[in-house]
C-alpha cells in the first residue's frame, strides 16, 4: 500500500475533518508536511521513533475492526492536539495494562496518509499545493464495489479556510462530490496553502483541468468497466468565484454572474444593490468572448475555460444551501 492509497482511504475522514477546521499545516525546517488529523505527529518527536515500514505494517494488520475505544481516542486526540509522543505512550499503557488491541503508533489509529509531504509543491505567487488526482480516487474508493451508475458527474467546491486564530495562514481545499451518489463521501482533490488566498488561478486550477478533460475524452476505467466522466458544477462562495472565474465581486457594479444588469452603489449604507429584472442573460459564449477589464465583468483568464462542456455561466451556481439559508436568511432570523 503506498502513500496514494493512504490518500484515498483519508479522504472521508477529511472531508469532515475540513468542516470543522481542524486540518493544521505544520512548518518543519525547509519542509512542508499536511498533517491534517495528525496534528499531533511532528512535535516532539524523533524521527528514528517509528519507521514507516512499521508503521505501514502496522496499519495493515490492526486497523481492520477499528472499536468504539479506537474512535473515541481518535477524536479525543485531534481535539485536544495530543502530541505524538504523549499519545504513543498513552497507547502503550492501554495495551500493557488494559489489554486493549490497539495500534503502536498513533499515526495508525488516526489513519494519517505517510510520505504526503513528497507530492507538496511551492506554487507562483506563494503557498504550497498538494494534488491528488480524481481518477486514483474513485478507482480506489470503487475497487471492492461496482458502481451503481454508467456516468460520473462531478461537483467541486473550493473555499478558504483560516487555520489560526493570531495567524494569516489559510487553507483553500477543493472537494469533490459525485452527483446523484449521495452515499459516497466528499474527497479531497486538492489543498493550497499560504498566508493569503491563492495568486495565480493558472498554478491551482491547471492539474484539475487537464485531469478532467483526459478523464472526458477517455473515460475512467473501474474493474475493467468504462464509465464516462464529465464535470457538473464548481460551487464557491463570492470570493473563491473570483479568483477561480476571473470575475468582480458580486458587490461590483457588473458583480451579478448570471445577467447583465448593472448595480446601484449607495454610500449610506455602503451597499451595491441591483434592481433590474429583465436583464439580457449572460451566456457561456459571450462570457468566453468577453475583453478583460479591471472595471467590467470579467477580470481575467481562468483556467475553467479549457475544461470540455463545462458551461462557465451554468456551471458556476450564485449561491448554495450553506450561504443563502444557514449563513443567509436563518442567520437573521436567529440574530
Known amino acids: 500500500m503506498d502513500g496514494n492509497d493512504f490518500c484515498a482511504d483519508y479522504h472521508g475522514e477529511c472531508s469532515t475533518l475540513l468542516k470543522n477546521e481542524e486540518a493544521e499545516y505544520l512548518e518543519d525546517g ?60 498513552f497507547l ?19 489513519k494519517a496518509p505517510v510520505r504526503v509531504g513528497e507530492q507538496i509543491v511551492a506554487v507562483t505567487g506563494g503557498g504550497h499545493m498538494w494534488y ?21 458527474e462531478l461537483n467541486l467546491s473550493v473555499d478558504g479556510i483560516p487555520m489560526y486564530n493570531r495567524s494569516s495562514m489559510q487553507m483553500w481545499p ?21 498566508y493569503s488566498k491563492p495568486g495565480d488561478a493558472e498554478c491551482i486550477l491547471r492539474p484539475l483541468v487537464t485531469e478532467l478533460n483526459k478523464l472526458y475524452e477517455k473515460g475512467l476505467s473501474i474493474n475493467d468497466k468504462l464509465y464516462s466522466v464529465s464535470l457538473r458544477a464548481i460551487i464557491a462562495d463570492s470570493p ?23 448595480g446601484i452603489i449607495l454610500n449610506k449604507p455602503r451597499k451595491v444593490f441591483f434592481e433590474d429584472t429583465c436583464a439580457a442573460n449572460r451566456t457561456d459564449e459571450e ?14 483568464q481562468t483556467p475553467l475555460t479549457d475544461i470540455i462542456g463545462f458551461n462557465m455561466i451554468h456551471g458556476v451556481p450564485l449561491g448554495d444551501k450553506f450561504h443563502l439559508i444557514d449563513l443567509g436568511v436563518m442567520k437573521k432570523l436567529l440574530s
Open 287 to 300: 462570457f468566453r468572448k468577453e475583453p478583460f477589464s479591471d472595471k467590467g465583468h470579467r477580470k481575467g
Open 240 to 262: 473563491a468565484r473570483a479568483f477561480i472565474k476571473q470575475v468582480c465581486y458580486f458587490n461590483g457594479v457588473h458583480g451579478c454572474l448570471k445577467c447583465k444588469c448593472l
Open 30 to 89: 525547509e519542509e512542508w508536511e499536511i498533517v491534517s488529523e495528525a496534528s499531533v505527529l511532528n512535535e516532539d518527536s524523533e524521527k528514528d521513533e517509528f519507521t514507516d515500514v512499521e508503521y505501514l505494517e502496522a496499519e495493515e494488520s490492526e486497523t481492520s475492526n477499528v472499536s468504539e475505544l479506537a474512535k473515541s481516542l481518535r477524536i479525543w486526540f485531534i481535539k485536544n492536539k495530543i502530541v505524538r509522543n504523549s499519545a504513543n505512550d
Open 132 to 152: 491528488h488526482d480524481i481518477e486514483s480516487s474513485l478507482v480506489h474508493y470503487f475497487r471492492d464495489v461496482t458502481p451503481d451508475v454508467q456516468s460520473f
Open 174 to 194: 477543493i472537494l469533490m462530490q459525485l452527483h446523484g451518489i449521495p452515499n459516497v463521501p466528499v474527497m479531497v482533490v486538492a489543498i493550497y496553502s499560504g
Open 92 to 110: 502503550l499503557i492501554l495495551r500493557a495494562e488494559a489489554s486493549c488491541t490497539l495500534p503502536k503508533d498513533v499515526r495508525t489509529l488516526l
